[in-house]
């Protein structure tokens, strides 16, 4: 018996999170992991300069300096993380903590927005009944989720 391992992030940005993420897929043995969490800003552009320059010191192979920002450096669809691996779970450098902001709480919803339904008020089918309607493997798996 065999067994295929895969990973993929969406959303996760430069910086420690992708650092713990790579080591922990390294560790389980994922060969292939998707990135595309970087393709969606400009590297860390965001953060302070010293910031990623810290990243960038301490992590030189999955990071480089290109376009006015640290960012992920992808060599023939490739990161290099030998840099990762060391006391801190991947972390030679941590993000500047203090210059984090608070992200403010939406107005949601929104003050002139209907009324939610009730709980009496829902309707009585399942919220997987679209899916099941146009597909019967959903319904198939409902059945057998449901009993």
Request: hydrophobic content about 45%; overall charge negative.
């Amino acid at each position: 018996m065999s067994f295929r391992m895969s990973a993929e992030d969406l959303t996760i940005q430069a910086g420690l999170a992708p650092q713990q993420e790579l080591a922990l897929v390294s560790l389980l043995g994922i060969t292939h992991v998707e990135r595309n969490g970087h393709h969606y800003v400009n590297g860390m552009a965001a953060l302070p300069a010293a910031e990623q320059q810290a990243f960038l010191a301490a992590h030189g192979d999955p990071y480089e300096h290109s376009h006015g920002a640290v960012r992920l450096h992808i060599a023939d669809g490739r990161l290099a993380i030998a840099s990762l691996q060391g006391p801190g779970y991947a972390s030679g450098a941590v993000p500047e903590w203090g210059a984090m902001r608070t992200m403010p709480v939406p107005d949601w919803p929104p003050p002139d927005a209907p009324a939610a339904r009730t709980r009496t008020e829902q309707p009585a089918m399942p919220w997987w009944w679209p899916w099941a309607r146009a597909w019967p493997l959903p319904l198939a798996m409902s059945q057998r989720l449901t009993g």
